[in-house]
């Protein structure tokens, strides 16, 4: 049971986490126009993505 609870937590925190990434990746709602990216969330450019090898 231990190991339901412990998948469960690591699904929510990776979930919480990747929706939180695309969210500020994404456009903004309306009113939100103005918010500031947080700085821990990378870049996506097609430039930074031909540094990195990533071809989604």
Same mark, same amino acid.
């Given at each position: 049971?231990?190991?339901? =609870? ?16 695309? =969210?500020?990746?994404?456009?903004? /709602?309306?009113? =939100?126009?103005?918010?500031?990216? /947080?700085? =821990?969330?990378?870049?996506?450019? /097609? ?10």
């Amino acid at each position: 049971m231990v190991i339901f =609870w412990a998948l469960m937590a690591a699904g929510l925190v990776a979930g919480v986490t990747l929706g939180s990434i695309a =969210w500020y990746s994404s456009k903004k /709602p309306a009113g =939100w126009e103005g918010a500031e990216t /947080p700085g =821990w969330v990378r870049k996506m450019t /097609p430039k930074s993505l031909e540094q990195t090898g990533d071809q989604g």
